[in-house]
């Protein structure tokens, strides 16, 4: 079971360590800071931390020695001339110059791989570092697609890839998830790209636009590291899953008590089951009826139970951002943080949960470190 979890905050990075005394913060880094990604490399125990300064632009922080000492690196840098899409809801909209406005994802490369990271952006660049975030490439043959110019955003101002799949018997295949732009992948290190979005459907769009595959609001998608060909995907609209590495999507109507939310996570070795942090959609974002519960389902999403030992019973305001629900190589610790600063975690799949914090800035990302 792992003894370490990191949480990204509005307000700095927080280290968690779990001895004989349960789960205590050991430290604070980048106090005061907004913290929008953190992500521990196991193949060489490094960590990154990605920093939203504002105004004053993003920053990008490596350390190797567990926050011991940090350094500056690289941060992706968009070419010059590269232009965002024109706002398609907006008639006669320009397109304007595009610049980074955040980190929205970190992911490691493969175990061939050794130096390789991916990074999802607002406004919808994906990056590759192959020598460890020293330098950044944007991915030219997903900029490029003619398809982009019909993404959008998805609760942010532009389009943004929030979710990297890399295969893990396969690093040359890579599987990427945007808000709003649907599911591509890439099956030649990102050389081509194909989008993957059969059976999803966009029910915010008309009914003649429902399933265009660029417009797909896919909250989340997560990949199974045993059963690679499943996927999980919380949509804006629902909850879908594919069993055949993206080539169809089935929609999934057992989750309760709704299906709309923002986060996923699968079960390492079990990839029917997973786990969702569901609310209210669109008009008030909050707990169905208060109270804040898990989803989990073990049969695939035709069923799921409402996990609530130890989790607020009533007036709660909690909603988990994307990547604020993260689970070990176990699949019985879970980590689980809100917008509105509370955090916890069960030892146990989700059966009883602890609350470690209710006092910590809002939470943008939980990540176990993992070995």
Known sequence: MSSQVQIATRKGLFQL?????????????????????????????????????????????????RGENWEECAVPVYPEGAQKAPDPFTENAEPKPASLSEIWSLEPGGADQPNRLWCGT?????????????????VDSLWDLPERLKWF?????????????????????????????????????????????????????????????NIQDAHRMVQSPTQPDHFWI?????????????????EVTGIQPSVFGFAVAVHPQRPETAWFAPGVKDECRIPVDGRFVIARTTDGGATSEM???GLPGEHSYDIVYRHALDIDET?????????????????DGGDSWQTISTSLPPIHCVRFVKS
């Not at 919380?234 to 089935?250: C, L, R």
């Not at 699949?331 to 030892?347: H, K």
Request: glycine share 12%.
């Open 17 to 65: 360590d779990r001895n004989s005394d349960g789960w205590k913060i050991r430290r604070h880094d980048f106090p005061g800071e907004n913290v929008s990604m953190v992500l521990h490399d196991s193949r060489d125990d490094t960590t990154y931390a990605a920093l939203n300064h504002g105004h004053f632009g993003v920053k990008l922080h490596r350390s190797s020695d």
């Open 122 to 138: 607002i406004p919808g660049g994906l990056f590759r570092s192959d020598d460890r975030g020293s330098s950044w490439q944007l």
């Open 153 to 213: 955003g998805g609760g942010k101002d532009d389009p943004g890839i929030h979710s990297i799949c890399v295969h893990p018997e396969n690093s040359q295949n890579v599987a990427v998830a945007i808000s709003c732009g649907g599911v591509w992948v890439t099956d030649d290190d990102g050389v081509s790209w194909t989008c993957k979005t059969d059976g999803l459907r966009a029910e915010y769009m008309p009914p003649d636009l429902a399933h265009d595959p």
């Open 234 to 250: 919380q949509h804006h609209n629902g909850v879908f899953k594919t069993t055949d590495g993206a080539e169809s999507w089935q």
């Open 307 to 309: 996990l609530s030992n």
């Open 331 to 347: 699949g019985d610790c879970l980590a689980v943080g809100s917008t509105t600063g509370n955090y916890w975690i069960t030892e």
